[in-house]
């Protein structure tokens, strides 16, 4: 007997990434934020006092209801974040490494995470991480050990699931690096991200209650 095949959970949407670049911002599909927006979200991040990344993330991003919630300064955000949050720790990272975080990541095109299978806020942690262990593309124990954290970001974000949302890869990003970077001798104070989101409602594509850090409901 012959089975008929199951509807998809999804409805696929094939779309290129030429298409998806030049997407209106504001659109669900586009992951918009020009140069102006991450220079902004780049200059607040070294300004922050925190030394709880997740905390200063929440609070830089709850500032203004006009940038739109999916960006590629994400791809900028949690790597400057990570290092800020070191420095003000009292362990010595330098401007110039906060600049060579900053300049990694605005390399990192909008929708990679779909398109390449590298998402950017994940890429932008493993730029802080690979600054810190010294990496470089010649480099042999530093090389494997960053790619070894960066399948860690990967597989996290698999298993969390769902659809694209910068701020969940962002928490992904930090709730995965922090025990990572305290084995390198830079811990932070821990925090606790399940349920902690509080951009869901102006994310259209928002997993709702299928994502762990969406709002536990009273």
Request: hydrophobic share 35%.
């Given at each position: 007997m012959t089975t008929q095949p199951q509807e998809p959970r999804r409805k696929i949407r094939r779309i290129s990434f030429a298409d998806f670049r030049s997407?209106?911002?504001?659109?669900?599909?586009?992951?918009?934020?020009?140069?102006?927006?991450?220079?902004?979200?780049?200059?607040?991040?070294?300004?922050?006092e925190a030394t709880r990344p997740a905390e200063a993330f929440d609070d830089l991003l709850s500032r203004s209801d006009e940038a739109p919630v999916h960006g590629v300064w994400h791809h900028v955000l949690?790597?400057?974040?990570?290092?800020?949050?070191?420095?003000?720790?009292?362990?010595?990272?330098?401007?110039?490494?906060?600049?060579?975080?900053t300049d990694r990541g605005r390399q990192i095109p909008g929708g990679s995470c779909g398109f390449l299978g590298t998402c950017g806020a994940l890429a932008s942690a493993a730029s802080a991480y690979a600054i810190l262990l010294?990496?470089?593309?010649?480099?042999?124990?530093?090389?494997?050990?960053?790619?070894?954290?960066?399948?860690?970001?990967?597989?996290?974000?698999?298993?969390?699931?769902?659809?694209r949302g910068c701020k969940k890869s962002s928490y992904v990003a930090l709730e995965t690096a922090q025990p990572q970077f305290a084995k390198l001798g830079f811990e932070l104070p821990k925090e606790d991200f399940e349920?902690?989101?509080?951009?869901?409602?102006?994310?259209?594509t928002c997993d709702g209650r299928d994502c762990v850090y969406f709002p536990k409901q009273s």
């Amino acid at each position: 007997m012959t089975t008929q095949p199951q509807e998809p959970r999804r409805k696929i949407r094939r779309i290129s990434f030429a298409d998806f670049r030049s997407a209106v911002p504001g659109d669900s599909c586009a992951c918009s934020g020009g140069e102006q927006i991450t220079n902004l979200a780049s200059l607040a991040a070294r300004q922050i006092e925190a030394t709880r990344p997740a905390e200063a993330f929440d609070d830089l991003l709850s500032r203004s209801d006009e940038a739109p919630v999916h960006g590629v300064w994400h791809h900028v955000l949690v790597g400057e974040i990570l290092l800020t949050c070191m420095r003000n720790a009292g362990y010595p990272i330098s401007e110039e490494l906060i600049d060579e975080v900053t300049d990694r990541g605005r390399q990192i095109p909008g929708g990679s995470c779909g398109f390449l299978g590298t998402c950017g806020a994940l890429a932008s942690a493993a730029s802080a991480y690979a600054i810190l262990l010294g990496s470089t593309p010649v480099a042999t124990e530093a090389r494997e050990r960053l790619l070894d954290f960066c399948a860690r970001l990967a597989a996290r974000l698999a298993e969390v699931g769902g659809s694209r949302g910068c701020k969940k890869s962002s928490y992904v990003a930090l709730e995965t690096a922090q025990p990572q970077f305290a084995k390198l001798g830079f811990e932070l104070p821990k925090e606790d991200f399940e349920g902690r989101c509080r951009f869901f409602s102006a994310n259209d594509t928002c997993d709702g209650r299928d994502c762990v850090y969406f709002p536990k409901q009273s």
